[in-house]
C-alpha cells in the first residue's frame, strides 16, 4: 500500500498549466526526489501535496485518505522551507514545539519530543535562542526539526539546502539521508542540483515544463535516460549529446565515413541523437583524433574538453598529467555505452546491447 | 558611522546640535508645564525661567469649574473608539491587499493615499453635509468617523508595507504546522507586526486627539465638545485665563507623553522597519 499517491495531479494559474498529470505512488520509507530546471513545477508539485496550493485536476492520497481537498493542516505532513521560515518572534524551542502545540499535545509530552528531536539534530544547546541568533546552517538543522518533531506521515522539503555553502550542504545532504532511513516516512524532496538527486534518492522523478519525463532508481535513469533531455540532465559532466547517422553498424559523427564509432548492436539505420558520457569515453591507443582544448583537473579524474572533427566533446579520464590543450589524442568508445535517441521525437531508441552498466 | 563621527571634534559638534535640536523643541513643552503651575501673578508680570512658587490651583478651577472634565472624556472616547476602528480595518484591508489576489488593489492603496492628501476641511464640509442628511451631525460617532478619513490611509498604507515585507512561507509554515488561515495570521504576522501595529496605533491616537478642524465643523453643542475645541473656545471667552489654558493643553499632551513613553521601544522599531522594508 503506498503512503502516499498522485493522480494526474495537475495545476493551471489562469490559463496557465503549471503541472500536468503528474502521477506517483510513493511507500513507506521511500525518499522521492522531484528534479528538473527552474520554473519545471517541482515546487507547485510539492506544494499541492502539501494542501498550500489547490489541486486543479487529478486526486491525492496519503495513507487511505482522500486529502485533495483537505486544509495542510489536515494531511498530516510536514514541510521544511527553502528559507527555512522560522518564526522569528519564538525562540528554538516554541519553533519546534509550535506544531505540536496546534495540536493539542500536552506540555510535558511536547518537552520531551522537542528535545528528542534537539539531541538527534545536535541543536540542544540553541533551544533557548531566537532564529536570528543563529547561522544558516544552524537554522536548517531547526527548520528539519521542526518538521521530525511532528512525526508526520510524509516529509516535504523544498530545495532545504539551496542556502548552504557547498561543503555544509554535502554534509546536510548525508544527515537528511541517514535522518529519513531511520526514520522510515516517506519524503519527497525537490531540488535542481543533479548531484542532491542521484545521491539522495530512492526513485528521482525527472520533470520539465510540468510534465514528468522519466520516473527511476538514480543509476536507473543515469544508465537508461528516456529523452534526450533526461540524458543530459543526469549526470555531470552533462552527456555528450551530438546528432549522428547509423549505417553499417557504424555511429557515423561526421561528413567523413572515418569519423565514426561502432554502434551498439541492434540499432536501426537512419538519423538519431546520439549521446555519450564524458566517463564513457577514454583516451585509447587508437581510435578518433580527439583535439584538446582544455584541461580540467578534478584531482583524482581529469576533464578534457575538445573536439573531434566539428563536434565539441568532454572526455573524462583518471588523472592524467601528461594531458596539455593543444595536443591532440585518440579516444574512443564502448558501443554498449552509447545512448541512441530519436532525432524527431528525442525518445530513446530500443537496441540489444543496452547502455548497461558494464559488469555482469 | 563614517569615519568623520568618530573624531572628538566632530563628536561634540555632533552632540551639541542633539542637544540643541532637543532645547528648541522641548522649550515650548516645558513653558506650558511650567506655566500651568506658576501663580497668576508671575505668569501674567515676571514669568521667570523657573517658577518661583508652584500651585495647581488651573487645575483645580479647571477640573471642578469647566466643561473640561466632559470634554476630556470626549476625546478620549472619539480617540479610543478612532484607533480602534483604524487597526481593525487598516489590519484587514492591508493584509487583504497583500496577500490576496484582489482586482485593482494598486488602485486602492493610491485611492486611499489621494484622499489622505486632501485638507481636512475640504473633506469636513461635504462629510458634515453627509452627516446632517443621515441625521448624525453633532455627534461623536460623526467625528469618530471623519477622523477615520485620516487615520486609515495612513494605517493601510503603514501596515501594507509592513505585511508585505513579511514572507508568506512563515504563514504557510504555521499552516502546515497545524493552524488555519486565520490562525496563522494571529499567531505569526500579528505577533510579527507589533511595531507597525504600535505605530499606527500611536498615529491615530495622535491625529484623532489633536484634531481641531473636524470637531469644529462636526460638533455644536457644548456637551459633545473635545478638548482642543473647548481649550479655543476658552481663549475666546470674555477673560482670558492663561494659566487654565497651560493646565489645559499640560493635560492634552500628557496621555501622549504616556504612550510614547511606554512604546517608543516599538515606535521606533516601528518607523525603521517601514522604511527600509516598506
Ligand atoms: N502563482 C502563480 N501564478 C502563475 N504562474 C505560476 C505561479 N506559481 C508558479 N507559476 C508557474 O508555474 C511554473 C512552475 O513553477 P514552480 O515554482 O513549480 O517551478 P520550480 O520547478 O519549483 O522552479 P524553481 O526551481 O525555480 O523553484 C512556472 O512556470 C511558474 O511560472
Ligand atoms: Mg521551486
Known amino acids: ?360 | 558611522m563614517t569615519p568623520a563621527i568618530r573624531r572628538p571634534a566632530a563628536r561634540v559638534g555632533l552632540y551639541f546640535a542633539a542637544f540643541a535640536i532637543a532645547l528648541y523643541s522641548a522649550f515650548p513643552i516645558y513653558w506650558m508645564v511650567s506655566s500651568s503651575l506658576r501663580p497668576t501673578q508671575e505668569l501674567l508680570l515676571n514669568p521667570s525661567l523657573i517658577p518661583s512658587e508652584l500651585t495647581l490651583q488651573y487645575y483645580y478651577s479647571l477640573l471642578a469649574q469647566t466643561d473640561y472634565p466632559r470634554q476630556f472624556l470626549n476625546s478620549l472616547i472619539v480617540a479610543v473608539a478612532t484607533v480602534a476602528l483604524t487597526m481593525v480595518l487598516s489590519v484587514m484591508i492591508a493584509y487583504g491587499v497583500t496577500r490576496q489576489r484582489i482586482r485593482g488593489k494598486k488602485a486602492i492603496i493610491a485611492g486611499m493615499l489621494y484622499a489622505y492628501m486632501f485638507p481636512p476641511l475640504l473633506l469636513a464640509i461635504p462629510l458634515y453635509a453627509m452627516f446632517t442628511k443621515v441625521g448624525l451631525n453633532d455627534t461623536l460617532f460623526s467625528l469618530v468617523i471623519s477622523h477615520l478619513t485620516m487615520t486609515m490611509p495612513l494605517g493601510v498604507w503603514f501596515l501594507w508595507g509592513f505585511f508585505k515585507a513579511m514572507p508568506f512561507e512563515l504563514e504557510e509554515a504555521a499552516m502546515v504546522d497545524g493552524c488555519t488561515r486565520l490562525g496563522a495570521f494571529l499567531r505569526v504576522v500579528l505577533p510579527l507586526s507589533v511595531p507597525g501595529l504600535v505605530t499606527v496605533a500611536i498615529f491615530a491616537f495622535l491625529l484623532s486627539w489633536t484634531d481641531y478642524t473636524f470637531a469644529l465643523v462636526m460638533i455644536g453643542s457644548d456637551v459633545n465638545k473635545t478638548v482642543p475645541l473647548g481649550l479655543a473656545s476658552m481663549i475666546g471667552a470674555f477673560d482670558l485665563r492663561w494659566g487654565d489654558v497651560m493646565a489645559g493643553s499640560t493635560l492634552i499632551a500628557l496621555p501622549l507623553f504616556i504612550a510614547f513613553i511606554l512604546l517608543s521601544r516599538y515606535f521606533v522599531q516601528g518607523l525603521t522597519a517601514g522604511a527600509v522594508k516598506g
Open chain 1, 1 to 360: 500500500m503506498a503512503e502516499v499517491s498522485l493522480r494526474k495531479l495537475r495545476k493551471t494559474y489562469g490559463g496557465v498549466v503549471a503541472v500536468e498529470g503528474v502521477s506517483l505512488d510513493i511507500a513507506r520509507g521511500e525518499l522521492i526526489v522531484l528534479l528538473g530546471p527552474s520554473g519545471c513545477g517541482k515546487s507547485t508539485t510539492l506544494r499541492m501535496v502539501a494542501g498550500l496550493e489547490s489541486i486543479s485536476g487529478g486526486e491525492l492520497f496519503i495513507g487511505e485518505r482522500n486529502v485533495t481537498q483537505l486544509e495542510p493542516k489536515d494531511r498530516d505532513i510536514a514541510m521544511v522551507f527553502q528559507n527555512y521560515a522560522l518564526y522569528p518572534h519564538k525562540t528554538i524551542r516554541a519553533n519546534l514545539g509550535f506544531g505540536l502545540k496546534m495540536r493539542g499535545i500536552d506540555a510535558a509530552e511536547t518537552v520531551r519530543r522537542v528535545d528528542e528531536v534537539a539531541e538527534m539534530l545536535a541543536i540542544t544547546h540553541l533551544l533557548d535562542r531566537k532564529p536570528r541568533q543563529l547561522s544558516g546552517g544552524q537554522m536548517q538543522r531547526v527548520a528539519l526539526g521542526r518538521a521530525l518533531v511532528r512525526n508526520p506521515a510524509v516529509f516535504l522539503l523544498d530545495e532545504p539546502l539551496s542556502n548552504l555553502d557547498a561543503k555544509l550542504r554535502v554534509r546536510m545532504r548525508e544527515e537528511i539521508a541517514l535522518l529519513q532511513k531511520r526514520i522510515g516516512k516517506a519524503m519527497i524532496y525537490v531540488t535542481h542540483d543533479q548531484t542532491e538527486a542521484m545521491t539522495l534518492a530512492d526513485r528521482i522523478v525527472i520533470m520539465r515544463d510540468g510534465h514528468v519525463q522519466q520516473i527511476g532508481a538514480p543509476l536507473e535513469v543515469y544508465d537508461r535516460p528516456q529523452n534526450v533531455f533526461v540524458a543530459g540532465f543526469i549526470g555531470s559532466p552533462e552527456m555528450n549529446l551530438f546528432p549522428a547517422e547509423i549505417a553499417n553498424g557504424r555511429l557515423r559523427m561526421g561528413p567523413s565515413a572515418e569519423m565514426s564509432l561502432p554502434a551498439p548492436a541492434g540499432a536501426p539505420d537512419g538519423p538519431v541523437t546520439a549521446g555519450l558520457r564524458p566517463e564513457a569515453m577514454h583516451v585509447a591507443p587508437q581510435g578518433l583524433p580527439f583535439a584538446v582544448r582544455a584541461v580540467e583537473q578534478l584531482g583524482s579524474q581529469t576533464l578534457l574538453i575538445g573536439s573531434i572533427g566539428d563536434l565539441s566533446l568532454r572526455v573524462m579520464e583518471g588523472r592524467r598529467d601528461d594531458i596539455r590543450a593543444g595536443d591532440t589524442v585518440a579516444v574512443s568508445a564502448d558501443p554498449s555505452a552509447i545512448h541512441l535517441f530519436d532525432r524527431e521525437t528525442e525518445q530513446r531508441l530500443a537496441t540489444t546491447a543496452s547502455a548497461a552498466p558494464a559488469h555482469a
